[in-house]
């Protein structure tokens, strides 16, 4: 049961987050202020609603959907958990990822698993495989627009790395069965019948679930930049930008988060020369709306795995 001293730090916790989000915004702004700020200044703003609606109800889809992928990797594993409590679960520890570090999200849900009765090296590999996954699913996502715009890919030394990054975690899939066997065989002198990591088939419909949620952020960027009347843009460029932004975020660990970082790289992969002030302020504001359904949705779950009130505690 979580005490009133620990729900209080929680509370302290989000708070602190949304200051850390202000702050980010506000730096990342006052590195070039002049110049976006005279950008932004004249740009001429034409707001499309039908567009930016449908573009949030994507973000929103998108994120609400995405634990899909850590519930089919944790019932691969063996763990026989309820969809909806690893979902509650997902949610929660999301919010780990913008302590320093980042180890408390995956800590968080391998602490899940193992507390729900998962071995101990089962419970750690979930999480970790969860973001091989998704890195890969970035990688298959960003594949063309790499290729047609590379220039532009590897102008920016984030992008670079997390161009590597997906590449080399989409080369490593095909080979987890082969090498989950030759561990087997070689530790226990045979292969079981049910092995914890996903198979060819399961491993196929992640790496298709992710790079699709991945061209659902793209497509939500391209709609949002376009509703706020951003027209010189590509979609492919967007569709790029969501994964690799995201993935060089998570490269640079000690930025909670990837605060900053991952702005950055989206505006140098999709702004056009003279629109990078109007197209940061827009990409900020997509985070801020993203950062508001984590908060959100992480005290939902507070609810439905009862960390708040009587209970199984986490």
Not at 74 to 98: C, D, N, T, V
Not at 150 to 155: L, T
Not at 253 to 279: K, M, N, W
Request: include cysteine; proline fraction near 5%; charge should be positive.
């Amino acid at each position: 049961m979580i005490t009133v001293g620990m729900k209080t730090r929680l509370k302290w916790l989000l708070r602190a987050g949304a200051i850390l989000l202000i702050a980010a915004a506000a730096w990342i702004i006052s590195v070039n202020a002049e110049k976006w700020f005279e950008q932004i200044g004249r740009f001429n703003w034409q707001l499309d609603w039908f567009l930016i609606c449908t573009s949030v109800i994507l973000l929103g889809l998108s994120y609400y959907i995405i634990p899909a992928g850590w519930i089919l990797l944790s019932h691969a594993a063996g763990s026989e958990i309820e969809p909806k409590e690893l979902r509650a679960a997902w949610f929660m520890s999301q919010l780990g990822r913008y302590i320093p570090g980042k180890v408390w999200l995956f800590a968080g849900r391998a602490a899940f698993l193992k507390s729900r009765g998962l071995a101990g090296f089962r419970a750690t590999s979930v999480p970790f495989l969860e973001l091989l996954y998704t890195a890969a699913g970035a990688g298959l996502t960003a594949i063309i627009p790499v290729i047609i715009s590379s220039k532009a890919v590897f102008s920016h030394s984030g992008l670079k790395y997390a161009v590597l990054a997906a590449g080399i975690s989409l080369l490593v899939i095909p080979f987890l069965t082969p090498i989950q066997k030759r561990l087997y065989r070689l530790k226990y002198g045979r292969i079981p019948g049910k092995l914890p990591l996903p198979g060819l088939i399961d491993s196929s419909k992640l790496l298709i679930f992710y790079s699709g949620l991945w061209w659902f952020r793209g497509l939500a960027l391209f709609l949002l930049l376009k509703g706020f009347g951003v027209t010189d843009i590509s979609l492919l460029l967007c569709c790029a930008a969501a994964p690799l932004a995201w993935l060089a975020g998570y490269i640079v660990f000690l930025v909670p988060g990837g605060i900053g970082v991952r702005e950055a790289a989206a505006v140098a992969l999709v702004a056009p020369s003279d629109a990078a002030g109007p197209v940061l302020a827009v990409i900020v504001g997509q985070r801020l709306i993203l950062s508001t359904l984590e908060v959100v949705l992480a005290l939902v779950s507070t609810r439905k795995l009862k960390l708040f009130g009587e209970g199984k505690p986490l």
